[in-house]
């Protein structure tokens, strides 16, 4: 059973940055993509970026593009999410999520968050002055 555990979470001034960690246990990561979610207050679960097993690639959403990177080190079986010019908007409790699978980060992020089979308990990232 693949286990993911989420940390890196904290209070950050806007425009600070943060780097999210999902430790993965109980399975190598290879074989998984992996998606960062996060949930706001009152809001539904949303997709911010994924990154395939394959070929490498990544997606991100229109609202995150040029300030998140996610990336792997499947050596550490760990996905990283790097934040920077965060926004008060960017304020969620942050999850990431595996699906065994070898598409493409793109088609992995069209199918939403039902297709992922393990999610992690979440970070929360606040970002206030």
């Known amino acids: 059973q693949l286990q993911l555990v989420e940390s890196g979470g904290g209070l950050v001034q806007p425009g600070g940055s943060l780097r999210l960690s999902c430790a993965a246990s109980g399975f190598p990561l290879d074989y998984y993509a992996i998606g960062w979610f996060r949930q706001a207050p009152g809001k539904e679960r949303e997709g911010v970026s994924c990154?395939?097993?394959?070929?490498?690639?990544?997606y991100y959403a229109d609202s995150v593009k040029g300030r998140f990177t996610i990336s792997r080190d499947n050596a550490k079986n760990t996905v990283y999410l790097q934040i920077i010019s965060l926004k008060p908007e960017d304020t969620a409790v942050y999850y990431c999520?595996?699906?065994?699978?070898?598409?493409?980060?793109?088609?992995?992020?069209?199918?939403?968050?039902?297709?992922?089979?393990?999610w992690g308990k979440g970070t929360l990232v606040t970002v206030s002055s």
């Open positions: 999520a595996a699906v065994p699978s070898s598409a493409p980060a793109a088609v992995i992020a069209t199918m939403g968050r039902n297709v992922m089979d393990y």
């Open positions: 990154i395939s097993s394959s070929d490498g690639s990544t």
